[in-house]
C-alpha cells in the first residue's frame, strides 16, 4: 500500500495553498495515506491547519530553529529522514518544492518524478516536458521511494473538514551551516494572489510603459482579480519578476484569464493552459494568443480596456 | 576563485515547436536545430562576466551527451570559456546520473563555484543543479537573478514566488541561473575562429564510474489536449455578451 509524505509548504504564519493541492493529487493514489511534514520554528497553528485538510492522515509536526527561513540545504536532511517511512514523498512544484525536493531525492539516491499532471497509478504519472508541447507518461521502480513535484495548477485544493492526528517528532539529522538567509523582498500587495485567484488579468509588452500598466491594475481591482504579466512586460521592467506568467514563471489555472497585450509566446501559454476561459486583447490579429484564447477582440488595449472596465467593473 | 565549472547542454533549440513522432514513440528530433539550453548559456554569461571583473581565474565548460554536444561546447568556448570537457555518452542521461557525473568532474577539476542553468528547456526537470549540491555537501543558489562574489562566499538574489529571496552562500557552491541574471553576449566570428585551438577533452561517460539509473522510466509521448477553438467578437459589447453567456459575470 502506498504511504505519501508531503512536505508543507509555508511562510511561517500560514500553509501555502500548494498543500491542499498536493493532497488532492496524492488521494488520487487508490488506498493512499496521506501525512503532512510541517518543518517550522513553532508548528503548532500550522500543523493544526495540516490537520483540517480533507483527506490527511497524519501530520508529523517537525520543530527546529534551524527551519525559520526553510532553506534547501537545512529542510532535504530532515525529511530525507523521515522519508524511510514512505512508499512516496510528494512536495509542490512551487519554487519551494522545486528548489527542495530534487536535493531530498538526491540524498535518498533516487531520481525525481517532476511537475506530476495526472497520476495514473502508485507507480505511474503523466507530466508535461518542452513547455508542455509534449506530454508523457513515466513509470517509476516500485522498489524504490519515489520522490516528485506535484503540479498545482492541475489539482484542485482539497476542501477543509479533516481531523487528522499531529504527531511531534524530532529527528535527527546534521543541518549544515553554509547556507544563510539574508533577507526577502516580497511585493506588497492587497490584490489577490496570483497562483490561486479565480480571475486574472495579464498585461503584455504592448502596455509601454510602468505608468501604462496602471491601467492593467485598475481593471483588475475593479473585478476583484489578481494581476499577472508576460516575460516580455517582466524584463522590459513594467512589472516585478513575481508577476510572471509561464514556462518560467507561475503556472495559473485561474476560472477566467485576460491576456491583454500578450502576443502569446509558447512559454506564456504554457503558463494558462489550465484557465477555464482565455480572453485575449491585442491590436494583432494573427498574435498566436488567438489560437489559444476561448474569446478574442482585436483592438486597441487603450481604449477596450477602460470600456471593459466600465461595463463589468464595480 | 581559481575556477568556475559551467555545465552546457545540448538542447532542441528555444524556437523550435516540438512535436511528437507520428508513432508516439519520441519527440521528433531529426533534422531539428540544436543548441545551448538558454539557461546554461546565462550560467556561462555570468561565469564570463564575474572573470572580467576579476574575480575568477579559469572557465571550464562542460557537457554530458553525443559527439555532436562538441558543437555547443565550441559555442561555448567561442563566448570565452577556457577549455572544455564533453562526457560522451550517446543514451539520455537521467538527472540523478548527471549530477554524479559532474560530481566526478568537480573532484577532478576541484571549482569553487559550479553554474548551471535551473532546468533544460527539454524535460523541464529543474534537479541536476540541486542534485549535485546534496551529493557534493554543499550549497545551492537556485534560480539566481544576482549573483555577488565575496570572500569565500557568495551573496544570491533569487526568484522565488513571492519576490527576490536574498541568500549567503559559503563557496564551493552550486548555483542554478534564471532569466534575468543576465544577456548573453553574441558570438564574434574571431572567436569562433579562436575556439577551435582551445582544448577539448572527451571522457568516455563509462570511465566516471556513474551507471545511469532507470527508476523512471518514459513508457508513452503524446501531444497535449487542445483547448477547443474559440469565438471572435467584434466590439467590448461582444465581449461582455460572451462572458455573461458563460456565467462568469
Known amino acids: 500500500m502506498s504511504k505519501v509524505l508531503i512536505v508543507a509548504e509555508h511562510d511561517g504564519k500560514a500553509l501555502n495553498p500548494s498543500v491542499a493541492k498536493c493532497v488532492s493529487c496524492a488521494r488520487?493514489?487508490?488506498?493512499?495515506?496521506?501525512?503532512?511534514?510541517?518543518?517550522?520554528?513553532?508548528?503548532?497553528?500550522?500543523?493544526?491547519?495540516?490537520?483540517?485538510?480533507?483527506?490527511?492522515?497524519?501530520?508529523?509536526?517537525?520543530?527546529?530553529?534551524?527551519?525559520?527561513?526553510?532553506?534547501?540545504?537545512?529542510?532535504?536532511?530532515?525529511?530525507?529522514?523521515?522519508?524511510?517511512?514512505?512508499?512516496?514523498?510528494?512536495?509542490?512544484?512551487?519554487?519551494?518544492?522545486?528548489?527542495?525536493?530534487?536535493?531530498?531525492?538526491a540524498l535518498l539516491e533516487v531520481n525525481q518524478v517532476s511537475d506530476i499532471m495526472e497520476v495514473l497509478g502508485p507507480y505511474r504519472f503523466k507530466r508535461p516536458i518542452y513547455a508542455g508541447n509534449v506530454v508523457i507518461t513515466v513509470e517509476a521502480a516500485e522498489d524504490r521511494l519515489l520522490v516528485a513535484t506535484v503540479r498545482t495548477a492541475s489539482y484542485q485544493a482539497a476542501g477543509d473538514g479533516g481531523s487528522a492526528s499531529i504527531e511531534s517528532r524530532d529527528v535527527d539529522a546534521e543541518l549544515p551551516g553554509h547556507s544563510r538567509f539574508v533577507k526577502l523582498e516580497a511585493g506588497s500587495s492587497d490584490r489577490p494572489d496570483l497562483q490561486t485567484a479565480p480571475r486574472v488579468v495579464s498585461g503584455g509588452r504592448a502596455l509601454g510603459s510602468e505608468e501604462n500598466f496602471e491601467l492593467i491594475y485598475s481593471f483588475a481591482d475593479s473585478i476583484g482579480a489578481?494581476?499577472?504579466?508576460?516575460?516580455?512586460?517582466v524584463d522590459a521592467g513594467y512589472v516585478p519578476n513575481e508577476m510572471q506568467v509561464g514556462q518560467t514563471g507561475k503556472i495559473i489555472a485561474p476560472?477566467?484569464?485576460?491576456?491583454?497585450?500578450?502576443?502569446?509566446?509558447?512559454?506564456?501559454?504554457?503558463?494558462?493552459?489550465?484557465?477555464?476561459?482565455?480572453?485575449?486583447?491585442n491590436k494583432d490579429a494573427e498574435a498566436p494568443i488567438f489560437e489559444v484564447a476561448d474569446i478574442g477582440l482585436v483592438g486597441d488595449l487603450f481604449k477596450v480596456v477602460p470600456e471593459l472596465k466600465e461595463a463589468l467593473g464595480s | 576563485m581559481k575556477k568556475i565549472l559551467v555545465g552546457l547542454k545540448r538542447v532542441v533549440d528555444y524556437n523550435v515547436r516540438v512535436r511528437v513522432r507520428g508513432d508516439g514513440s519520441g519527440v521528433e528530433t531529426d533534422g531539428v536545430k540544436m543548441s545551448i539550453n538558454p539557461f546554461d548559456e546565462i550560467a556561462l554569461e555570468?561565469?564570463?562576466?564575474?572573470?572580467?571583473?576579476?574575480?575568477?581565474?579559469?572557465?571550464?565548460?562542460?557537457?554530458?551527451?553525443?559527439?555532436?554536444?562538441?558543437?555547443?561546447?565550441?559555442?561555448?568556448?567561442a563566448m570565452g570559456a577556457?577549455?572544455?570537457?564533453?562526457?560522451?555518452?550517446?543514451?539520455?542521461?537521467?538527472?540523478?546520473?548527471?549530477?554524479?557525473?559532474?560530481?566526478?568532474?568537480?573532484?577532478?577539476?576541484?571549482?569553487?563555484?559550479?553554474?548551471?542553468?535551473?532546468?533544460?528547456?527539454d524535460n523541464d526537470n529543474n534537479q541536476?543543479?540541486?542534485?549535485?549540491?546534496?551529493?557534493?555537501?554543499?550549497?545551492?543558489?537556485?534560480?539566481?537573478?544576482?549573483?555577488?562574489?565575496?570572500?569565500?562566499?557568495?551573496?544570491?538574489?533569487?526568484?522565488?514566488?513571492?519576490?527576490?529571496?536574498?541568500?549567503?552562500?559559503?563557496?564551493?557552491?552550486v548555483v542554478t541561473t534564471d532569466l534575468r541574471l543576465n544577456e548573453p553576449r553574441y558570438v564574434k566570428l574571431p572567436d569562433i575562429m579562436k575556439a577551435?585551438?582551445?582544448?577539448?577533452?572527451?571522457?568516455?561517460?563509462?570511465?566516471?564510474?556513474?551507471?545511469?539509473?532507470?527508476?523512471?522510466?518514459?513508457?508513452?509521448?503524446?501531444?497535449?489536449?487542445?483547448?477547443?477553438k474559440g469565438i471572435m467578437v467584434e466590439d467590448v459589447a461582444g465581449l461582455v455578451a460572451a462572458l455573461k453567456d458563460k456565467g462568469l459575470f
Open chain 1, 255 to 281: 476560472e477566467l484569464y485576460f491576456a491583454i497585450g500578450i502576443s502569446g509566446a509558447i512559454q506564456h501559454l504554457t503558463g494558462i493552459k489550465d484557465a477555464g476561459t482565455i480572453v485575449a486583447i
Open chain 1, 28 to 105: 488520487g493514489i487508490d488506498g493512499a495515506t496521506v501525512d503532512v511534514a510541517v518543518l517550522a520554528v513553532d508548528g503548532a497553528g500550522l500543523a493544526e491547519a495540516a490537520a483540517a485538510i480533507d483527506g490527511v492522515d497524519r501530520v508529523l509536526r517537525i520543530d527546529n530553529p534551524a527551519n525559520e527561513h526553510l532553506l534547501a540545504a537545512t529542510v532535504a536532511p530532515q525529511v530525507a529522514a523521515v522519508a524511510a517511512d514512505y512508499t512516496h514523498v510528494f512536495g509542490p512544484s512551487t519554487m519551494f518544492g522545486k528548489d527542495l525536493m530534487p536535493r531530498v531525492a
Open chain 2, 128 to 173: 541536476t543543479g540541486q542534485m549535485l549540491a546534496a551529493l557534493w555537501g554543499r550549497p545551492q543558489a537556485t534560480f539566481a537573478s544576482k549573483i555577488d562574489v565575496g570572500d569565500g562566499k557568495l551573496t544570491v538574489k533569487r526568484e522565488v514566488d513571492v519576490g527576490l529571496e536574498t541568500v549567503e552562500v559559503d563557496l564551493p557552491a
Open chain 2, 46 to 77: 555570468e561565469a564570463l562576466r564575474i572573470r572580467e571583473r576579476g574575480d575568477v581565474g579559469e572557465i571550464v565548460a562542460v557537457s554530458i551527451g553525443p559527439a555532436e554536444a562538441q558543437q555547443q561546447l565550441r559555442t561555448g568556448l
Open chain 2, 196 to 228: 577551435k585551438k582551445k582544448p577539448l577533452d572527451e571522457i568516455d561517460a563509462a570511465e566516471l564510474g556513474a551507471e545511469p539509473d532507470d527508476g523512471i522510466r518514459t513508457v508513452a509521448w503524446e501531444p497535449p489536449a487542445e483547448r477547443q
Open chain 2, 82 to 121: 577556457d577549455r572544455a570537457i564533453l562526457v560522451r555518452s550517446d543514451r539520455d542521461v537521467d538527472s540523478l546520473t548527471a549530477a554524479r557525473m559532474l560530481l566526478e568532474i568537480v573532484r577532478r577539476e576541484e571549482p569553487e563555484l559550479v553554474l548551471l542553468g535551473k532546468q533544460a528547456i
Open chain 1, 226 to 233: 489578481a494581476v499577472g504579466a508576460s516575460r516580455a512586460a
